[in-house]
């Protein structure tokens, strides 16, 4: 009832951060009864369901000051850009 198709001591194809061996090959191992495997793979989706969305508002936190910068630069950057001809001309008036 433990076997897999493929070899479980080196892990395989499925080991890794995203399938733990102990859960992925031995869902008894990892607290699970038998017969239970939607459970368990509903709670594994969910545990990397919370993890995704604490990652994605991690860079959301981290990308959002860095975008308003560039965003507030790029602005400058237009306004500084239209004024230069002005400042031109009336250097050249007096």
Known sequence: ARHTL???????AFSGPVFPRCVWFYPAAGGFPPGRMPHMVERIALFYED???RWIDWFTRLFEPALMVLVGALVGLIVVL???PIFELAENVK
């Open 6 to 12: 493929i070899d479980h001591r080196g892990g395989g």
């Open 51 to 53: 993890e995704l969305a």
């Open 82 to 84: 239209l004024y230069l």
